[in-house]
């Protein structure tokens, strides 16, 4: 993985909850924002505008403090939906350039675009197209730095803040680390700061020039990645993380209810959406949630972690409604939402041999009637258990057809 002629990118969203709240008030332009909470409320700064940064004020910094700071700055609560919504688009126009791609926070990614050159010309020219698409359909904008590995590559990208480009390449990396503070590099906290400075190390240069056993002699093990992260060396590849997608369906009923059978009926229904999705995109889950909005609008989650990897619709039903009788025991109150969603998927490999002979029928049955749906429609075919649904709302299925 360590060769030369990877073309690693690191893409950073430049005060990313600032931003998203601009471009919806874009009176907040050019002034002090900070994104956290009222000035006088307890807790600390999520963002800070580069203009309140100008005051000193930072990410992680007690709201009370920035207010002393900029009293004249804008305060706001913020908004994680928001933000969550911002994020999931921004990743989406990444995805587009390519599957190599590692989203590292709800603002930031690697990617890895090595030989994509034939496709895409020089990477920097793909790094300005995934600039203008970011600054063009979430507006806000975006830095990036690209180098020959993950490391070079994120202290290109905060060199770039805000709205740069920076590429380092191949055997450039030791002049580029040079310069910089030692603070610069990952893994060097205060105290490692403290304990190099006694060296008389303040930039990566400084340390470049230590050996390796002085380091590790000094610093054990991280002296090691010292000695290489120095001369800009770190291996990692970019990880595309497959656990960490879900799929979900959920839905909000017109009246609040609380008629069992109908709700069981309904969870049948998203079981179904989402048991046909997991083959679809070829995948198994082992973690599966349930979802419930109550009518004063408070909403909880329960999961249950599964032994083996499954995708029948049997299967993620039986567990939904083992969690719906639950909740429904602990808190009887009408229901607004329901949902249900799995995570923690894996390829499908085989598992049948673990699994007991029904599953097998089952997974069987739900792939005649996949090939069944797909061409005349999911709603052509409904299976018995959703029957209720008929029943209570003939017109169910076009009311919910949450696709
Ligand atoms: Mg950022």
């Known amino acids: 993985m360590c060769d030369k002629g990877r073309k690693i990118l690191h893409v950073d969203l430049d005060a990313f909850f600032v931003s998203v709240e601009q471009v919806r008030n874009p009176e907040l ?16 700064v999520a963002c800070a505008s580069y203009e309140a940064r100008a005051y000193g004020i930072y990410a992680g910094m007690p709201l009370t403090r920035a207010y002393r700071l900029c009293p004249h700055a804008i305060f706001l609560k913020g908004s994680f939906p928001r933000y969550r919504d911002a994020s999931a688009r921004f990743i989406a126009i990444l995805a587009d350039f390519t599957p190599q791609l590692e989203p590292t ?63 380092v ?10 310069p910089l503070a030692i603070a610069r590099l990952p893994c060097v906290g205060s105290k490692t700061e403290q304990l190099l400075k006694r060296l008389g190390v303040t930039t990566v240069g400084e340390l470049a020039d230590l050996s390796a056993p002085l380091l590790r002699a000094r610093l054990g093990s991280m002296g090691d990645a010292l000695y290489r992260y120095a001369r800009g060396i770190d291996e990692r590849g970019v990880e595309t993380p497959l656990a960490a ?8 009923f017109i009246g609040d209810t609380l008629d069992y059978p109908f709700l069981k009926a309904t969870l ?30 408070d909403t909880i989650t329960r999961s249950r972690t599964l032994k083996w990897a499954i995708n029948a619709d049997q299967a993620i039903f039986d567990v939904g409604v083992a969690l719906l009788g639950r909740a ?32 097998e029928c089952w997974e069987r049955l739900d792939r005649v009637i996949d090939r ?32």
Not at 29 to 44: H, I
Not at 169 to 178: H, N, Q, T, V
Not at 273 to 297: M, P, Q, S
Not at 346 to 353: A, H, T, Y
């Open 105 to 167: 926070g709800l603002d930031e990614a690697y990617l890895d675009l090595t030989g994509f050159e034939p496709i895409y010309g020089p990477t920097s020219e793909a790094a300005l197209s995934m600039k203008q698409r970011i600054k063009g359909e979430i507006g806000v904008t975006a830095s990036i730095g690209i180098g020959p590995s993950k490391l070079v590559a994120k202290i290109a990208s905060d060199l770039a803040k805000p709205d740069g480009l920076v590429e």
């Open 169 to 178: 390449a191949p055997g450039e990396e030791r002049l580029f680390l040079a």
């Open 245 to 252: 997608k879900s799929i979900s369906r959920e839905t909000t």
């Open 268 to 297: 049948r229904y998203l079981s179904e959406r989402v048991g046909a999705e997991l083959r679809r995109e070829g995948k198994r889950t082992r973690c599966i949630t349930l979802k419930l909005r109550y009518a004063d609008f």
């Open 29 to 44: 332009w050019g002034r002090p924002v900070v994104v956290g909470g009222e000035p006088g409320a307890r807790g600390v």
């Open 328 to 359: 429904l025991w602990q808190r009887r109150q009408l229901v607004r939402l329901i949902g249900i969603g799995v995570s923690s998927l894996i390829g499908e490999e085989r598992q049948l041999s673990l699994l007991d002979s029904s599953m």
């Open 372 to 403: 069944l749906r797909h061409r005349y429609g999911f709603t052509a075919i409904q299976r018995g258990q959703t029957l209720p649904l008929k029943d209570a709302f003939p017109t169910f299925f076009e009311l919910y057809g949450c696709n």
